[in-house]
């Protein structure tokens, strides 16, 4: 039942994000593509298990994220898909598998995304965002279960206009996957800080 719930779960989520993309291009506004890349510093993977995870030794991971937008003025509209890892650089793992050390976790997400940029009358424009979406984990030591799970993300920053078309960003994530669970079915609690900056072209 859990399975079926899950699958409903995700196709809504991405009925969500199909929605908010065909919405938008309905609607009178500049569309724009955009990238950036940063560190992501991850919090402590925690599953409550019989075996022994430690986790605190979580490296900062690189974060990739792209993204197709509109610009409504002061708002904006976007599905961006974004990708993070990170290394346990002293992680063990102690049960009936023996021990295992040096492996990493990634995240790949797909996620629609809300802006509101603020009217300061010059080049320099601060925003607050959120958005939801979904995440898919992969773990090189498979503890990790690999199913979707939903997420949702907050985040601020400042955009700089280098010119008619380009603006540059720099901003700060706050995201947290819900659902995760281990091989042995128990939820994973976890959340990533991210620092980002990249490039946004208006057309």
């Known amino acids: 039942m859990s399975t079926v719930n899950d699958a409903t779960m995700d196709k809504r989520i991405l009925s969500i994000l199909c929605s908010v993309l065909f919405l938008s291009t309905q609607a009178k506004a500049a569309p724009y593509v955009s990238a950036s890349a940063g560190a992501g510093l ?26 197709l937008g509109y610009n409504f003025k002061p708002f904006r509209a976007e599905i961006a898909i974004g990708y993070q890892e990170h290394e346990y650089s002293g992680f063990e793992f ?18 629609a995304n809300g802006y509101y940029d603020f009217d300061t009358n010059s080049d ?42 380009v603006v540059l960003d720099m901003g700060y994530r706050y995201l947290r996957p819900e659902g995760l669970k281990d091989n042995f079915g128990v939820d994973i609690d976890w959340e990533s800080h991210t620092i980002m900056a990249g490039v946004r072209y208006e057309f």
């Not at 601060?126 to 907050?154: E, K, L, R």
Request: no cysteine; hydrophobic share 40%.
């Open 42 to 67: 991850a919090g402590n993977q925690e599953p409550a298990t019989i075996i022994k995870y430690d986790y605190d030794n979580l490296d900062t991971g690189l974060v990739l994220n792209g993204a």
């Open 124 to 165: 320099i424009l601060p925003y607050i965002m959120g958005g939801i979406g979904i995440t898919s984990p992969d773990a090189t030591s498979d503890w990790v279960q690999d199913d979707t799970a939903f997420a949702w993300q907050i985040g601020a920053g400042l955009g700089v206009r280098a010119s008619k078309n």
């Open 94 to 111: 102690q049960g009936v598998y023996g021990e295992i050390s040096n492996h990493d976790v990634s995240y790949l997400t797909i996620m």
